[in-house]
C-alpha cells in the first residue's frame, strides 16, 4: 500500500431511534442557538421535522430555520445561509437531509465566519482553512452520498455553470446521527440513484492505482457485494431494516476515506456528472448511472 495519513474526526451515531435517544444531549455542548437545515420539506410529511424539533425544543435550543436546500446546492444558497447564520449568530447547524443539504450546510458552515469569497479561496481551487467554521451534526434522512462521516462538499457556481467539490477535514460534522428507518419513505428512484452513486465512490476508488494486493481493495470488494445485494433487497422490501440498515452504512463506508488509504484517484466519471449537473441540474446518481457503463 501507499503511504498515508488518515483522520475523522465525526462520531457517529448508528441505529434505531438514535435522534431521539441523543440528540438533546448532544444539542447542549454548543450555545443556545442552532440552525436545523432541511430541503423542500419532505421531513415535515414523514415526521422526522417533528421529532427533530421536539428533541431540540427538550434541550432548550433557539432554533433558526433554513429551507428549500434543492439537489445540486448553489454558491447563492450557501451565501445565503451564511448570512441567516451570522445574523443569528449561530453555534450549531444541524444538516437534516441527504448529501446536498449536508453539502450545502459545510460550505456555509465556512462561509459564515469567512470574510473573503470561499468560491474562489476554496471551491474554484483547494484553499487552507485557517479559522474555525461553525460546528456541524448531520441527521442523515437518505443514503448515498456518505457526505455524514468526511468534509467534502459539492457546490454549484449557478453563474459560472461550475459544478465541483472540495475536501476538508475542518468541515467535518462533530456528529452524525444515523437512523436507518428514517430512508423508509425515500421514493424508490431516489434510493435507487443513491444507490448507484454509493456504487461509483467505491467503483472509482476500487479500479485506480495501485492494482497490487491492498486492504483498501479488500474491503471495497466486500462493499460492492453489499450494495448489490441491499439495494435489490430494498428495492423488493422498502421497510427492510437490514437492506435499509446496511446501505446506510455502506454508503458512509464508501466516503468515509478508509477504502481511499493508500489509493490514488481522480473521480473522473464524478468530475464528468459535475459539470452534467451544472448544466442540467439532473439527478447526481442517476447522471453517474448514464456515464459509468
Known amino acids: 500500500m501507499n503511504k498515508f495519513i488518515f483522520e475523522n474526526a465525526t462520531k ?16 447542549k455542548h454548543y450555545g443556545p442557538t442552532v440552525m436545523l437545515a432541511y430541503g423542500g420539506g419532505s421531513v415535515k410529511k414523514n415526521g422526522i421535522y417533528d421529532e ?15 429551507s428549500d436546500i ?35 450546510c459545510k460550505a456555509i458552515s465556512m462561509a459564515a465566519v469567512y470574510d473573503g469569497d470561499i468560491w474562489a479561496d ?15 451534526g448531520m441527521i442523515v434522512t437518505v443514503a448515498g ?22 475536501d476538508y477535514p475542518k468541515c467535518n460534522a462533530k456528529f452524525a446521527l444515523m437512523d436507518p428507518t428514517y430512508t423508509f ?15 461509483s ?33 430494498a428495492i423488493n422490501n ?16 464508501a466516503e468515509n476515506r478508509i477504502i481511499k488509504l493508500g489509493k490514488r484517484m481522480d473521480f473522473e466519471c464524478h468530475q464528468m456528472e459535475h459539470q452534467l449537473g451544472a448544466y442540467t441540474n439532473c439527478n447526481h446518481g442517476a447522471g453517474l448511472a448514464v456515464l459509468h457503463p
Not at 476554496?122 to 456541524?136: T, Y
Not at 472509482?204 to 491492498?214: A, G, I, L, R
Open 185 to 199: 419513505s425515500v421514493p424508490k428512484k431516489q434510493m435507487v440513484s443513491g444507490g448507484f452513486d454509493i456504487l
Open 12 to 27: 457517529v451515531y448508528f441505529g434505531k431511534g438514535c435522534v431521539k435517544e441523543y440528540l438533546a444531549c448532544l444539542s
Open 238 to 253: 422498502p421497510e427492510d431494516y437490514t437492506a435499509r440498515s446496511n446501505l446506510m452504512w455502506e454508503s458512509t463506508m
Open 145 to 166: 452520498t456518505g457526505s455524514e462521516m468526511n468534509g467534502g462538499a459539492v457546490i454549484t457556481n449557478e453563474k459560472l455553470k461550475v459544478k465541483t467539490g472540495q
Open 122 to 136: 476554496f471551491w474554484a481551487r483547494p484553499g487552507i482553512i485557517d479559522f474555525e467554521p461553525i460546528p456541524l
Open 201 to 233: 465512490h467505491i467503483m472509482e476508488t476500487y479500479f485506480s492505482e495501485p492494482d497490487e494486493d491492498n486492504v483498501s481493495d479488500d474491503i471495497s470488494e466486500a462493499l460492492m457485494r453489499g450494495v448489490i445485494r441491499d439495494l435489490r433487497a
Open 52 to 66: 427533530v424539533t421536539a428533541c431540540l425544543q427538550k434541550a432548550g435550543r433557539n432554533v433558526v430555520e433554513f
Open 70 to 104: 434543492g439537489a445540486n446546492p448553489t454558491y447563492s444558497k450557501v451565501l445565503e445561509g451564511a448570512k441567516l447564520a451570522k445574523e443569528n449568530q449561530v453555534d450549531l447547524i444541524l444538516a437534516v437531509g441527504g448529501g446536498s443539504v449536508m453539502d450545502c
